[in-house]
């Protein structure tokens, strides 16, 4: 006769809420990226991110502030990567153009800025637009 041992659990994480929200978006990033934005779901979200979906809720308030807080964080991602990009070019000619393609290259950039154009989000883009409009 055997005896079962329950499994236990993984320790629990105990983040700072900081922390908690920025692998809350790096989950629903890889989602976005990996599947489209219909696939951010609450449940797959705080799966992918191990915790539960009320964890979510709690620093998000719902799928919404997910998704905008997510629009948030990539396109400060993308225009810091515009801008890095072209510094570390200089003035050299044509280094600003490129440093544009490379950025909206990276992955999940195109398919950010083509969600927010299909969610009538365009508006958000401007943060990105002024940092092109500098490099150029």
Known sequence: MSIEVPQSRAPRVRRSPEAARENILAAAEAILVEQGPQALKLADVAKAAGVVHANVIHHFGSIGGVETALMERMIRQLADRVIEGFNLGGAAPGFGAQALFEAFET????????????????????LVRDVVDEVV
Do not use: N, Q
């Open 107 to 126: 992955k999940g950039a195109a398919r950010l800025a083509a969600w927010l154009e299909l969610t009538g989000e365009g508006r958000r883009m401007t």
